[in-house]
């Protein structure tokens, strides 16, 4: 039987991804990525990946917040009770992803401003084309 391969073009990754280690639950991070960068991320639904070597649905914690000219924030969890996100990256606790609109963001700004908060431990500009495991981030 033959396999199929599905590759993802450099168009589909065109977000901004950081990730932050700390040791608070989800719901502290939020209010503090909140506070820091002025926006109001909100709890959405679970985030959904199947784990194809254990065929099982992993979840992780999801927070999403649009401005009003389309930029999209969201927060992924990197870990779940039986998996991991992102495992080349596990040490990261979460993931900060911004979807550019209509304004144009600069990471170094947010990654200063998030490294400005006692909650957070550290900081990292990532790079999504660079990551083995970078479709389970599209959603």
Same mark, same amino acid.
């Given at each position: ?8 073009? &450099? ?16 719901? /502290? ?16 639904? $679970? ?23 389309? $930029?999209?924030?969201?927060? @992924?969890? !990197? /870990? ?5 996100? @992102? ?18 963001? &600069?990471? !170094? ?10 909650? @957070? ?7 999504? !084309? ?10």
């Amino acid at each position: 039987m033959s396999k199929t391969v599905m590759k993802y073009g &450099e168009e589909e990754f065109d977000f901004l991804l950081i990730g932050i280690v700390s040791t608070f639950r989800d719901f /502290r991070i939020c209010r503090e990525v909140n506070k820091s960068l002025s926006i109001s991320l909100v709890r959405g639904d $679970d985030y959904s990946i199947l784990d194809t070597k254990r065929n099982e649905e992993l979840t992780f914690p999801f927070f999403d917040y649009v401005t009003e000219y389309e $930029d999209q924030y969201c927060i @992924i969890g !990197n /870990r779940s009770e039986n998996g991991v996100l @992102i495992p080349e990256r596990k040490q990261i606790d979460y993931f900060l992803v911004i979807k550019p609109g209509a304004t144009p963001i &600069e990471i !170094n700004n947010i990654s200063a401003d998030l490294k400005k908060s006692h909650l @957070i431990q550290a900081v990292f500009n990532i790079d999504p !084309n660079e990551l083995r495991s970078r479709q389970n981030l599209l959603f």
